[in-house]
């Protein structure tokens, strides 16, 4: 199993851009068989997913956050990352990042470990 | 959009059996996910595609799903299942993976 690790600043003003990057190691991010995906949870509430990325750039995110959303990948540092835009206290959550099959109807195995992001001025 | 729905806290006593459910709009037809979450930890998958038991998840955990209702099973419960418990889909129809409101069970 590959490790995955979140990493961004923990704290972000309302408005603006909240960046967060996704360490993979042990494993390749450009092998065929996964996407790499982003899930959040909002202090003391249930899981939200946010989108996924093939290693090819393909993407496909919640509808609910779209318009909102920028999904990349770096293969050459074996990372991908999430650009949330105009963000308010509402987008306060700790973020997940994780793996799953191809299959659209595959589960996400491994996650990391989250990172807090707090959205306030 | 989709909607999964899961019940209010279980609460049973060691040894007991606990049932999970997860509701939706012919479930059934789909591939349920149930992931366990423990405080200030990440989730993690403990059945997959209805049934599916990943390597390391005790026996103690299965699943199964009919009609509307996706049922996590936890059998001879033990304080250290003390957990949130989530169902997760993909959604189909708006392409998008869907995540039920989650179940805390407390072992008593």
């Known amino acids: 199993q590959p490790q995955l690790q979140e990493s961004g600043p923990g704290l972000v003003k309302p408005s603006e851009t909240l960046s967060l990057t996704c360490s993979v190691s042990?494993?390749?991010?450009?092998?065929?068989?996964?996407?790499w995906g982003w899930i959040r949870q909002p202090p003391g509430k249930g899981l939200e997913w946010i989108g996924a990325?093939?290693?090819?750039?393909?993407?496909y995110s919640n509808p609910s956050l779209k318009s909102r959303v920028t999904l990349s990948i770096d293969p050459s540092k074996n990372q991908f990352s999430l650009k949330l835009y105009s963000v308010t206290a509402t987008d306060t959550a700790v973020y997940y990042c994780?793996?799953?099959?191809?299959?659209?109807?595959?589960?996400?195995?491994?996650w990391g470990q989250g990172t807090l992001v707090t959205v306030s001025s | 959009s989709y909607v999964l729905t899961q019940p209010p806290p279980v609460a049973v006593a060691p040894g007991q059996t606990a049932r999970i459910t997860c509701g939706g709009d012919?479930?059934?037809?789909?591939?349920v996910h149930w992931y366990q979450q423990k405080p200030g930890q990440a989730p993690v998958v403990v059945v997959y595609?209805?049934?599916g038991r990943p390597s390391g998840i005790p026996e103690r955990f299965s699943g199964s799903n009919s009609g509307n209702t996706a049922t996590l099973t936890i059998s001879r419960v033990e304080s250290g299942d003390e957990a949130d418990y989530y169902c997760?889909?993909?959604?189909?129809?708006?392409?998008?993976?869907?995540f039920g409101g989650g179940t805390k069970l407390t072992v008593l």
């Open positions: 994780a793996r799953r099959e191809t299959s659209r109807t595959s589960w996400y195995d491994p």
């Open positions: 595609d209805d049934s």
């Open positions: 990325i093939y290693y090819s750039g393909s993407t």
């Open positions: 997760q889909v993909w959604d189909s129809t708006s392409d998008h993976v869907v």
């Open positions: 012919d479930i059934g037809s789909k591939r």
């Open positions: 042990g494993g390749s991010i450009t092998r065929t068989s996964y996407y």
